[in-house]
């Protein structure tokens, strides 16, 4: 999608950290954005800083738990009805679930992949059918992490199995909605200088009183950013690119790129020699993924 300029979109989580960076290029490309997100003070802080820039105009702030899907819907008939349709969707909304498997409970299970990957769910079900019945091409992304492709050896369980769902989520999209003119990005985020630390100020009632992470949510919360870590824009500008080129993957550290080459090692060296070599060159002939 080139042409963005007072175009709508939609960014869930857009009120802090990488959602807040895309919302803003995404501005600065004059487009129109809506940034959903469950933190009042992000919105406000954030609202209040595109006044400073002077944007403000062409961005509005809700409130929306991307796991209430009552709400996911009003939040899309609003966007629809005051930007004059959304096309771009970003699916940024996460939090950092983080702890050992052996104390992780149903609640921290269902805390990680309800926000994590239902969220992301229940943005594609509210918002592609409008996007469809509106014919004029448009963009969804959705915001994993390099824990998709490789995990953290500890700790990620959750996180990871979330994150690699949303992968392959934005992958098999992809064709299908080519046919309806919307183009497919995933974003695969390195470290970012955020608020994902907060995953525990982030859980709602209903998962607190049975979670085997308190204490770990309360040692990350006081984690400080790494001086090396990525300032969020960075990933905006990243995405902008992808929207415009229509780009599946967005990796945005080079330096995990060592990570990546010894899993897919690994992966290949696993598969067995073909039984019938020429059904395998048929095979390999035929991409399943088409990244540009
Ligand atoms: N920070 C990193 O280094 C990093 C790395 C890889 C992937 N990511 C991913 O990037 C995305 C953005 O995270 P971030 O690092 O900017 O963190 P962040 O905490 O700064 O921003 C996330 C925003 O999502 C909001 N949010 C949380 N739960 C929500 C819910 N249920 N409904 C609606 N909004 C909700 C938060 O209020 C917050 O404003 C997440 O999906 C995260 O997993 C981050």
Redesign the pocket.
Known sequence: MEQLEGKGALV??G?????LGIARVLVDAGMRVMI????TD?LQRALALFDSLGQGQRVLGRK????DREAFAQTADEAFESLGGVQVLVS?????IAGPLATATFDDWDFGLE??LG?TVNALCTFLPRMIQQRRGAHIVI?S???AITPSPRNAAIYATA?AALLAMGEAMRDELADHGIGVSVLL????K???R?AGR?RPARYRGHSGYEAEEERLATREDAAD?SD?LEAGRRVLEAIRANQLYVITHGEYRGWAESKFEAILAAYPVPKDPERARAMGRKRPVKPT
Not at 92 to 96: C, D, E, H, R
């Open positions: 869930t989580g009120a802090s950290g990488i959602g959903a997100d469950l933190r992000h929306l738990d991307v796991t940024n909304a996460g939090v950092g926000v994590n969220g915001t992490s390099l824990s994150k985020p390195g470290p970012f955020t608020n994902i907060e982030n870590w969020p």
